[in-house]
């Protein structure tokens, strides 16, 4: 069974940083390219930031500069960090991989 859990989210205030982390099992984690995913009220889900199995990584334009993913195959967890944020951030994001997603983690900016 594949489970993926997010944490790391919370109430920010604008300029901040918050570290998002994607505890996986149940999948070699490894081969997959992963993905963070936000949906914010009213909005549709859109990618934030993929990185592929070799490391490459591609991100949505409204965070390039500010978010950064990794991953650490040895302890099956994808990370986002996240600097610079600003009230559009605010949203549910989902890791992401394949086909399976976790439960989401809510991020706030607001002052």
């Known amino acids: 069974q594949v489970v993926l859990v997010e944490s790391g989210g919370g109430l920010v205030q604008p300029g901040g940083s918050l570290r998002l982390s994607c505890a996986t099992s149940g999948i070699m984690f490894r081969i997959y390219t992963l993905a963070w995913y936000r949906q914010a009220p009213g909005k549709e889900r859109e990618l934030v930031a993929r990185?592929?199995?070799?490391?490459?990584?591609n991100y949505n334009d409204s965070v390039k500069g500010r978010f950064t993913i990794s991953r650490d195959n040895a302890k099956n967890t994808l990370y986002l960090q996240m600097n610079g944020l600003k009230p559009e951030d605010t949203a549910v994001y989902y890791c992401?991989?394949?086909?399976?997603w976790g439960q989401g983690t809510q991020v706030t900016v607001s002052s």
């Open positions: 990185i592929t199995s070799a490391g490459n990584t």
């Open positions: 992401n991989c394949e086909s399976n």
